[in-house]
């Protein structure tokens, strides 16, 4: 006879339970105003988008890429801006709440190593030598949340035109901003080998989906999302798409990364998203869409096994 699956009374699905950020906010919010009971709350609420510098404005909204644009379902612009990762300024999911104080112009980026032509600049200068388009991808954390988000940005590979590595030149390393002034998570939490830094073989950098982002949602790229510019490579896991970065270096040796050097056995160096293999502590079967609560099955690649498979001998 089949199993029966027998729920405890308190027993709820994950969409009907009130997102962790949501409750935080109408507590905060009841706080404020004094009030001790329950209070309805309408479409006003303490959350607004981030306003970008100005200097990063130009163009916006930019136009879609059809041969990024698959059709999926966008997650909700206020979920997406308010549930988000970025220890330099707070280890909960309210960056936002965090990030006024972060100045983002002007912004100078470091691009060197092993190429013919290093080069430093100011994020504004570089977004200008370049055609910025928006694309649809799928972002999976390795926390096993997800969401579908529009990015405005430009082809990694574009930096690698102007910079011509060497042929020595094997991996890719990022390092991101360190300001402890104005990311107050860098002083709660010393203990973590500050900056930020990631790293890529140099075929994933120069691979069509890796994207150099400067904007989401049609607008520049919010500080709570890694303004000015962040790297997104869709078919890894969140953490491999650093925010706010500040240095680009081309190197032979495979580069050390944030959270390898933390937990080796936990975040390696690839990080690709895969179903099959386990986090130590959780499970990445499935995967919570943070607007709407649906828990879907995560995919090899996060989806994008089509384009980027061959890259790992599949």
Not at 22 to 32: D, E, H, I, K
Request: aromatic share 14%; hydrophobic share 40%; glycine share 6%.
């Amino acid at each position: 006879m089949p199993n029966l699956i027998r729920r405890p009374e308190w027993w709820l699905p994950e969409r009907l339970v009130t997102p962790e950020v949501a409750f935080v906010n109408r507590r905060r919010f009841l706080r404020q105003l004094g009030m001790a009971g329950a209070v309805s709350l309408g479409a006003s609420s303490a959350w607004s988008a981030d306003a970008a510098d100005p200097v990063y404005s130009k163009g916006y909204p930019h136009a879609r890429s059809k041969a990024f644009d698959p059709g999926w379902r966008l997650t909700d612009e206020k979920t997406a801006s308010t549930y988000n990762n970025f220890y330099e300024f707070t280890l909960s999911k309210d960056v936002y709440r965090h990030v006024s104080a972060f100045e983002t112009a002007p912004w100078k980026v470091e691009i060197g190593g092993l190429v013919e032509k290093p080069m430093t600049l100011d994020a504004a200068e570089l977004i200008s030598k370049v055609t910025l388009e928006e694309r649809v991808y799928r972002l999976r954390c390795v926390e096993g949340w997800a969401m579908i988000v529009p990015w405005t940005g430009f082809p990694f590979s574009r930096i690698v035109e102007m910079v011509q590595p060497k042929p020595e030149a094997r991996f890719v390393r990022f390092v991101t901003a360190s300001k402890p002034a104005q990311m107050p998570g860098l002083r709660q939490n010393p203990e973590y080998p500050w900056p930020y830094f990631e790293g890529l073989r140099m075929d994933e950098a120069m691979h069509p989906l890796t994207l150099v982002a400067t904007g989401i949602y049609g607008k520049p790229l919010a500080r709570q999302f890694g303004a000015p510019l962040r790297i997104i490579v869709p078919w890894k896991y969140g953490y491999k798409s650093p925010k706010s970065v500040v240095k680009i270096e081309f190197v032979t040796a495979q580069p050390r990364t944030f959270w390898e050097t933390l937990i080796p056995r936990e975040y390696p160096f690839e990080s690709n998203v895969d179903p099959e293999v386990s986090h130590p502590r959780w499970s990445q079967a499935t995967e919570r869409m943070i607007d709407s609560g649906d828990r879907v099955k995560t995919k090899k690649y996060n989806g994008y096994a089509a384009q980027v498979a061959q890259l790992y001998g599949a």
